[in-house]
């Protein structure tokens, strides 16, 4: 298995920057890429952060958003509203919500990494997700090989 990497673009600039990942392109500066995972295992995050933060069952599916790359995905609205709540959400007595995420996501089956490498990662992607601008027409884009 490759790697997927997560970064906040225009449509434009995420079709421009998956043609350079399918050329073998390096890390994009402030990009979040995680070694051995799917885009599968992008939309799981997104099923456990909506548990978290009260909002199960919404859109977390991630879609094509342009036939020029199958390997391109658009993280769609709710679930980056919900992967940016991460950060600031607040429960009475229920700890970290932001660490509880990423100690489930690291016990999926068949994850590469465990909670402590994954709090880093779900924080990145919380972080990412939160700068995503609608008046700039940017959006969260998840590139798997």
Do not use: C
């Not at 700068?131 to 798997?144: E, F, N, Q």
């Amino acid at each position: 298995m490759g790697f997927t990497e997560l970064f906040v673009s225009t449509h434009e600039e995420a079709l421009k920057r998956a043609g350079a990942l399918q050329g073998g392109g390096p890390a994009a500066p402030g990009a979040v890429r995680i070694p051995d995972i799917s885009d599968f295992e992008v939309e799981r995050l997104g099923d456990l952060a909506g548990v978290a933060v009260h909002a199960p069952g919404a859109d977390y599916e991630l879609a094509m958003v342009d036939v020029a790359s199958d390997s391109l995905l658009g993280v769609p609205a709710a679930m980056v509203r919900t992967l940016a709540e991460l950060l600031s959400y607040e429960t009475e007595g229920e700890g970290d919500v932001l660490e509880d995420v990423a100690a489930n996501w690291a016990a999926e089956e068949d994850m590469p990494f465990g909670p402590d490498e994954a709090r880093g990662y779900v924080r990145r992607i919380a972080e990412l997700a939160a700068g995503v601008d609608p008046a700039t027409r940017s959006g969260l884009y998840v590139w798997t090989s």
